[in-house]
């Protein structure tokens, strides 16, 4: 079966009522050239973005081949550059597959896809003309979001999924991917849209279980003190890295941190000492001038992946995810590809050991931004971290989405962190608050049109979005974002 498509410019046809049915046809013919190029013997090389979202994907994919004996390679990437990807095809794949990257490099694609047939799984909008032999399997041709409805893991499990029933144990990637993504900033917490047919299918084959909970970073795994300092989604201000102070906020509320010689976790803790802490936040959030609301964004839904040991990294779906993120921005992506194929044992404790140094790193950043205000620049809709001296490229997006929830800037403007990138030219990612998104901002498009004029590329979705330039004239890279943004506004 070869790729065909009209090369039609697919903006043009967008959906714009939510067509659930169409997407999930869409992935079955995607299952159909898959299981094609493997009856074939086909060659077929994988390649998926760095981030929790991306290695999931591609541990979804890569773990469905395999199980059909499939010939693949796989490969994780941090942007979809011209040498990156010449390298890639040396190997002379029969089918490329794009996870989690590609929709945002149509035009670039068009020569590769004369000599390759290519398949595109990404959430992110589509850009620019689709080229011939290039099969996409996209959200929002179907009018669903795929910045909060769909995450690129949820549709290569949806692709997997018609490959096979037997692949609903994948759900859980999907789920750990989605979660990564942050797409769920809902009620409760809880994942929606397609989104919920990975809960759902976790949930029937008993691979998944979902409750109602504290959501401390390693809430199984982790000192109550400890899980509640390491916790930044939502950010807690004088809480939040500050271990000592987290002591003595359980101290000072008799909530015991110890049984007998072990760690209490938050798992251990009581309906009452739950409440209790929660209310000892709000306090604490309140009398230092901030939103005791924060608070509420504590509870919510807690996924859980059953077949995994309790107090394991890979328990906690939330806490898997955090895992994925902190071996891919650490430049440890073998790591987590190996995690989601399946391999155990000693690699978590390795992993561990990765996941304290992420961390350490983060609220380092934190602390270098707290005590070196000259290096926020304010603009009229960004306020910018110039971090190009300081903040490593791989670090800008998580960096970023912290600054973003904690509010540490501005609330009303976009958060851009920038760095220095290993050609010298300038790396950045920027989350844009919901004040920014009513008034139809979108920073993918802002940051495409941004770099593109400074030779270099960039995307992402409305909320969250990242570039790449190769100038390092940054300052007007930056003023020239900020101009994009204030015209989008002007046109609403």
Excluded at 82 to 108: F, K, M, N, Q
Excluded at 129 to 138: A, E
Excluded at 244 to 253: E, G, K, P, V
Aim: overall charge negative.
């Amino acid at each position: 079966m070869g790729i065909q498509t009209d090369g039609r410019l697919r903006g043009l046809e967008m959906s714009s009522e939510p067509d659930l049915e169409g997407l999930l046809a869409r992935a079955a013919e995607a299952s159909e050239i898959l299981r094609d190029k493997a009856s074939h013997e086909s060659k077929i090389l994988l390649l998926s973005h760095y981030d929790a979202d991306g290695l999931a994907a591609i541990g979804i994919m890569g773990s469905s081949l395999a199980r059909i004996e499939a010939k693949f390679q796989l490969r994780v990437i941090k942007e979809l550059a011209p040498e990156t990807l010449e390298e890639a095809l040396r190997s002379e794949p029969d089918l490329l597959v794009l996870t989690d990257i590609g929709s945002g490099y149509l035009d670039s694609l068009t020569k590769t896809a004369e000599e390759h047939e290519i398949l595109i799984i990404d959430h992110h909008p589509p850009t620019g003309k689709t080229p011939m032999r290039v099969f996409q399997v996209n959200p929002h041709e179907f009018g669903i979001d795929g910045a909060t409805e769909i995450s690129a893991a949820g549709l290569a499990y949806l692709v997997a999924r018609k490959m096979s029933p037997s692949n609903s144990d994948l759900s859980v990637l999907a789920v750990v991917g989605a979660l990564g993504d942050m797409q769920d900033k809902n009620n409760e917490r809880r994942l929606r849209g397609p989104n919920e047919l990975a809960v759902q299918d976790g949930i029937k084959c008993g691979s998944l279980k979902t409750d109602k909970d504290l959501l401390f970073f390693g809430r199984e795994t982790r000192p109550i003190h400890r899980a509640l300092a390491l916790t930044t989604t939502p950010y807690l201000p004088h809480l939040t890295g500050e271990e000592d102070n987290c002591t003595a906020l359980l101290a000072s509320h008799k909530i015991p941190l110890k049984v007998g010689e072990r760690w209490r976790t938050t798992s251990d803790l009581s309906r009452e000492e739950k409440q209790t802490l929660v209310s000892a936040i709000v306090e604490l959030l309140v009398s230092k001038g901030f939103k005791g609301s924060k608070a509420v964004e504590l509870i919510g839904t807690v996924y859980t992946i059953t077949g995994e040991p309790a107090g394991s990294l890979t328990r906690d779906a939330r806490e898997f995810s955090s895992m994925l993120n902190a071996c891919g921005r650490m430049d440890r992506e073998g790591l987590a590809v190996s995690i989601c194929l399946g391999e155990r044992g000693g690699i978590l404790e390795e992993v561990q050991e990765l996941v304290a140094r992420y961390r350490k790193t983060l609220a380092e950043y934190m602390e270098w931004l707290t005590e070196t205000p000259s290096a926020i620049m304010e603009l009229n809709a960004v306020c910018v971290v110039r971090g190009e001296d300081k903040i490593a490229e791989n670090m800008t997006g998580a960096f970023s989405s912290i600054l973003s929830m904690a509010g540490h800037l501005r609330p009303n403007k976009a958060t851009i962190v920038g760095a220095r990138s290993r050609d010298g030219g300038v790396k950045i990612s920027a989350r844009a608050p919901e004040a920014l998104l009513r008034k139809g901002v979108d920073l993918g498009l802002a940051l495409q049109k941004a770099s593109t004029a400074f030779g270099g590329f960039g995307g992402g979705h409305a909320v969250a979005a990242g570039a790449h330039i190769r100038s390092a004239n940054a300052e007007e890279f930056y003023r020239m974002i900020d101009s994009l943004i204030i015209e989008q506004m002007k046109e609403e």
